[in-house]
């Protein structure tokens, strides 16, 4: 009863039988198992635990249990002890699809692209339609740059199951990274299904009515960076007439005041009294929005620093001699891909090495500690930056008056674009939609220059490059 209950997701009723069926037999492992599950759905995870435990001691080759206790870790993070449960399912079980796809995701999520592959294979040899096995197939083909081959993958795991956000926004990515942005814009649209929105306005949202006289709410929705990237589409739809109310993170609401991108700003997190508006949009959904399939309004700058924080910074750092380098190489932690697009502060050694060149710290907060461990100059700014005068307030007047900046792909990249300054980005070898593919520029910020990746996780050969393209801008300055 408890297990035909279970099957139609009655699972509250479901528990009450699994509890009697243990009351009568407290050794039946099985029940252990799928009152774990329970459990685990709703979140009540230590319990869970010790129930999969108990089902596993109870019954030693219980494959399925150590695939559920695995699955259990995935969702804690706790990488290394999902992999090990399931590899002991596999252990037990060899031609178990299952346990071998969800392996084959937590090896993806640790850069071991290889083994991920060869498991996602074998679980699709069992079972040619899982769709788990294809799509973190898809995960690792785009993660070695493999476009088309990802591309298919994502379409396999979607015949598993039409309507899977995750393999559509995966699909995204391929198309827009390939620059079709016919399609990947609207696949794009996706993402709300995957995250969705903080909080969504009780406003009709905006499909392509006359703008003029109207207000539009657009809404941001991802990171900081995604944020100033497309803030620049403001100015698309006060050109269509539209008076336009930019609602963003508290972050940005100090740098985004002074400029003239919207008429009026809305911070996150205040949603209970959302402006009153005749529409609203996604910010990310503005390409797809506006039938922007090719050309990206990539004038700059689009941002601009406070005019005295800016003066103050010029003559402040007018005392620094030589080449003044921007560095930033550590992003927000809780995103899911920054231990590959971090970059350790070493790596920055070959440039602090270069006559003549001295490199100035944009990093705030984690990140900065390594400043202490390693041993070349840094000018570290982090206690001035920002703390009088809001967030990337300084931040943005010092890069303005800097010669470059070498960033990982963070917000910095993004603000340093925004505002036009020289920006060199070293990225990660796993392709970011937004940058495309094979090349060393970019529609959105033109004044950036991108150095990738060669090998996956390898920065030595980027900085390399970087630190050569740092000397040939010293000759062609001394020519001048």
Same mark, same amino acid.
């Given at each position: 009863l408890a297990n035909l209950l279970f099957g139609l997701g009655r699972w509250g009723e479901a528990a009450t039988h699994f509890e009697r069926a243990?009351?009568?037999?407290?050794?039946?492992?099985?029940?252990?198992?799928?009152?774990?599950?329970?459990?685990? $759905?709703?979140?009540?995870?230590? $319990?869970?635990?010790?129930?999969? %435990?108990?089902?596993?001691?109870?019954r030693p080759d219980f494959?399925?249990?150590?695939n559920n206790l695995g699955s259990l870790f995935w969702t804690e993070n706790r990488l290394d002890e999902a992999a090990a449960e399931y590899a002991r399912a596999i252990a037990l079980k060899?031609?178990?699809?299952?346990?071998?796809?969800?392996?084959?995701?937590?090896?993806?999520? $640790?850069?071991?692209?290889?083994?991920? #592959?060869?498991? @996602?294979?074998? /679980?699709?040899?069992?079972?040619?339609?899982?769709?788990?096995?294809? %799509?973190?197939?898809?995960?690792?083909?785009?993660?070695?740059? %493999?476009?088309?081959?990802?591309?298919? =993958?994502?379409?396999?795991?979607? /015949?598993?199951?039409?309507?899977?956000?995750?393999?559509?926004?995966?699909?995204?990515? @391929?198309?827009?990274t390939r620059g079709d942005y016919e399609r990947g814009w609207a696949a794009h649209e996706w993402r709300l299904e995957v995250a969705g929105l903080a909080a969504r306005p009780d406003l009709p949202r905006w499909r392509g009515e006359s703008l003029v006289g109207r207000s539009l709410l657009l809404v941001a929705e991802q990171g900081l960076g995604d944020t100033i990237q497309f803030a620049r589409y403001a100015r698309e739809f006060?050109?269509?007439?539209?008076?336009?109310?930019?609602?963003?993170?508290?972050?940005?609401v100090p740098l985004l005041s002074i400029q003239s991108l919207a008429d009026e700003l809305f911070t996150l997190g205040s949603e209970s009294?959302?402006?009153? @508006?005749?529409?609203?949009?996604?910010?990310? =959904?503005?390409?797809?929005?506006?039938?922007?399939?090719? #050309? !990206?309004?990539g004038d700059v700058p689009y941002l601009l620093p406070d005019r005295e924080l800016s003066e103050a910074w010029q003559r402040e750092l007018a005392a620094i001699g030589g080449m003044k380098i921007g560095i930033a190489w550590q992003g927000s932690r809780e995103y899911f891909s920054d231990p590959w697009r971090s970059v350790p502060l070493t790596e920055f050694a070959s440039l602090a090495g270069l006559p003549g060149v001295q490199l100035v710290s944009l990093q705030k907060g984690f990140g900065s500690e390594q400043i202490a461990t390693v041993d070349f100059a840094v000018i570290d700014l982090a206690e001035r930056l920002d703390n009088a005068t809001g967030p990337f307030m300084d931040t943005a007047a010092v890069i303005r008056n800097l010669d470059l900046v070498v960033t990982?792909?963070?917000? !910095?990249?993004?603000?340093?674009?925004?505002?036009?300054?020289p920006v060199s980005l070293a990225l990660h070898f796993s392709p970011d939609w937004r940058w495309l593919q094979e090349r060393d520029d970019s529609p959105w910020y033109p004044t950036m220059r991108i150095f990738r990746q060669t090998k996956f996780g $390898?920065?030595?050969?980027?900085?390399?490059? !970087?630190?050569?393209?740092?000397?040939?801008r010293l000759h062609e300055a001394r020519a001048e």
């Open positions: 243990l009351a009568l037999k407290p050794d039946w492992a099985e029940p252990h198992n799928s009152l774990a599950i329970i459990l685990a $759905q709703n979140g009540h995870l230590e $319990q869970a635990r010790q129930r999969f %435990k108990r089902a596993i001691a109870l494959a399925e249990a150590h060899p031609d178990y699809a299952e346990a071998r796809a969800n392996l084959g995701n937590v090896l993806a999520r $640790q850069g071991r692209l290889d083994e991920a #592959a060869a498991e @996602c294979e074998r /679980a699709i040899a069992v079972r040619p339609d899982h769709g788990l096995a294809h %799509k973190t197939l898809a995960d690792v083909r785009l993660s070695e740059g %493999k476009i088309d081959e990802a591309a298919a =993958s994502y379409e396999r795991a979607l /015949a598993s199951n039409p309507r899977w956000p995750d393999a559509h926004l995966g699909l995204a990515t @391929c198309y827009l006060r050109q269509r007439g539209a008076r336009v109310v930019l609602a963003v993170q508290r972050l940005l009294d959302w402006p009153r @508006c005749d529409y609203y949009l996604p910010l990310l =959904s503005a390409p797809a929005a506006l039938g922007a399939t090719r #050309a !990206i309004p990982s792909n963070t917000a !910095i990249a993004h603000l340093a674009g925004a505002l036009a300054a $390898q920065w030595g050969d980027v900085f390399a490059r !970087i630190a050569a393209d740092v000397v040939h």
